[in-house]
């Protein structure tokens, strides 16, 4: 018997595409992207993007910097300091913050909102769930999110799903039939998380058997 070997993860694998023309739009992410293609033209100077787990929110976050400027930061929730927020805001006078809600720290968070606006930028927070759930303590900064546009990618439907495994695929340089890819659909959960793990596995069990992403590769992924 011949051990199938799996490929090494050394940090060379794929690259995910983060520019806007790579982002599949639907009916469940079109509210988001709309308000993204109207920058700077917002109503207020924050937006907050919601939705399940690798649903596109960081894609979006992406997009968001490039509008405003390369050197617009992307920062994670749990990393945001107050000290750090002045030289922050002055890499380009926006900020793209990943992952907020409930536990945040909520003074620092308040801090960004307030600064940002003094000077006329603009703040992309992405997070899983929508601001009313975000049990926060402050009321100067519920008040504020409270008062900011909020927009849900919602779960996808069958175009999105085949969409988004095709390009989940593509960036790995993988294709699928559209046989294995309608056997996907039926069986997987309609989550993008979900998507994306079955994608990951999928593509490592097709490269260590040396072959394409098949429905007999899939039922070994999926336990079918």
């Keep these: 018997m011949t051990m199938a070997q799996l490929p090494l993860n050394l940090g060379l694998g794929f690259r995910e595409a983060f520019g806007r023309e790579d982002f599949l739009v639907t009916k469940s992410n079109l509210a988001a992207v709309s308000w993204?293609?109207?920058?700077?033209?917002?109503?207020?100077?924050c937006l907050i993007v919601y939705g399940d787990e690798g649903c596109g929110k960081t894609h979006l976050a992406h997009v968001f910097m490039d509008k405003t400027g390369s050197k617009t930061p992307?920062?994670?929730?749990?990393?945001?300091?107050e000290a750090a927020i002045p030289d922050l805001v002055a890499?380009?006078?926006?900020?793209?913050?990943?992952?907020?809600?409930?536990?945040?720290?909520?003074?620092?968070?308040?801090?960004?909102?307030?600064?940002?606006?003094?000077?006329?930028?603009f703040l992309f927070i992405t997070a899983k769930n929508p601001p009313a759930l975000w049990d926060l303590k402050l009321p100067d900064l519920s008040s504020r999110i409270a008062a900011s546009a909020a927009v849900e990618i919602s779960l996808p439907d069958d175009d999105l799903m085949k969409a988004l495994i095709i390009k989940m695929l593509s960036d790995r340089?993988?294709?699928?039939?559209?046989?294995?890819?309608?056997?996907?659909?039926r069986n997987i959960e309609r989550s993008f998380g979900e998507a994306r793990r079955i994608v990951a596995r999928a593509d490592s069990l097709a490269?260590?058997?040396?072959?394409g992403?098949?429905?007999?590769?899939?039922?070994?992924?999926?336990?079918?």
């Design 91 to 121: 890499l380009s006078g926006s900020v793209a913050l990943e992952n907020a809600g409930s536990g945040i720290n909520e003074a620092a968070l308040l801090h960004l909102y307030n600064f940002i606006k003094d000077n006329n930028g």
């Design 74 to 81: 992307l920062v994670d929730a749990k990393d945001l300091q």
């Design 213 to 224: 992403i098949t429905i007999p590769i899939l039922r070994k992924v999926l336990g079918k």
């Design 173 to 185: 340089q993988m294709t699928i039939s559209p046989e294995a890819l309608e056997f996907m659909i």
């Design 207 to 211: 490269l260590a058997e040396r072959k």
């Design 36 to 45: 993204l293609d109207k920058w700077p033209n917002w109503s207020g100077h």
